[in-house]
């Protein structure tokens, strides 16, 4: 089975904070994404990666950026965190990219 | 601008019954969809996708394409509660995109 994790579950920060949310994956996917998931506004991709140090924006890339060192960790940071970026954050990684396997989230809380 | 399109729901059924959840897609380039189910305070897991025009049968769950249309429908067939979840429709553009468009989903209730 497709094991895909996240650093925490729940996470609370103060505005202005530096925030890292970091997620790791087992399958060797090449694809590894980010998007944050809003009651109204559905799934939206934050960044996404197709290789080791390659990444691609998304649609809404503002506020954040991205690392990936490994092939299986993709890291999203948020330089300063606001409150408009209290959400939950998903990561997902692929072989091919429809068939996305899901973490289990964290909720991100700003206060 | 991609749009995939789907009712917010809910959308409630009574046990047994069959559940049909509509999608529509405005980029005509879309080649493959995908159907993934979300639970209440869960994340996303894929159930069917679909590539070619027709049905596409798996167990209890039937995905339909008519790229003519730019529809696509999931059903289920003898609903059960434990199918009681949001539906979430994707579309990819092919070979070289590397993004899944969403739809917002669909909240299905069955009802016991």
């Known amino acids: 089975d497709v094991k895909v994790t996240q650093s925490s579950r729940y996470l609370v920060k103060r505005t202005g904070e530096k925030v890292f949310l970091e997620c790791v994956q087992d399958m060797d996917h090449e694809n590894m994404f980010w998007y944050r998931q809003d009651p109204g506004l559905g799934l939206r991709l934050i960044y996404f990666s197709y290789d080791v140090k390659m990444k691609e924006k998304g649609d809404i890339p503002e506020g954040y950026s991205v690392s990936r060192e490994k092939k299986e960790r993709f890291s999203l940071i948020l330089e300063s965190a606001s409150t408009n970026q209290t959400s939950m954050y998903l990561c997902?990684?692929?072989?091919?990219?429809?068939?996305?396997?899901f973490g289990p989230g964290t909720r991100l809380t700003v206060t | 601008q991609k749009e995939v399109e789907q009712n917010s729901g809910p959308l409630s059924v009574p046990e047994g019954a069959i559940a049909s959840l509509n999608c529509t897609y405005s980029d005509r380039g879309s080649q493959s969809f995908f159907w993934y189910r979300q639970y209440s305070g869960k994340s996303p897991e894929l159930i069917m996708f679909?590539?070619?025009?027709g049905d596409k049968e798996d167990g209890r769950f039937t995905a339909q394409l008519n790229k003519a249309s730019q529809y696509v429908s999931l059903l289920i067939r003898d609903s059960q509660p434990s199918d009681s979840a949001t539906y979430l429709c994707a579309a990819h553009s092919g070979a070289g995109s590397y993004q899944l468009t969403f739809g917002k989903g669909t909240k299905l209730s069955v009802i016991p």
């Open positions: 679909i590539y070619s025009n």
């Open positions: 997902a990684s692929s072989f091919t990219v429809g068939e996305q396997y």
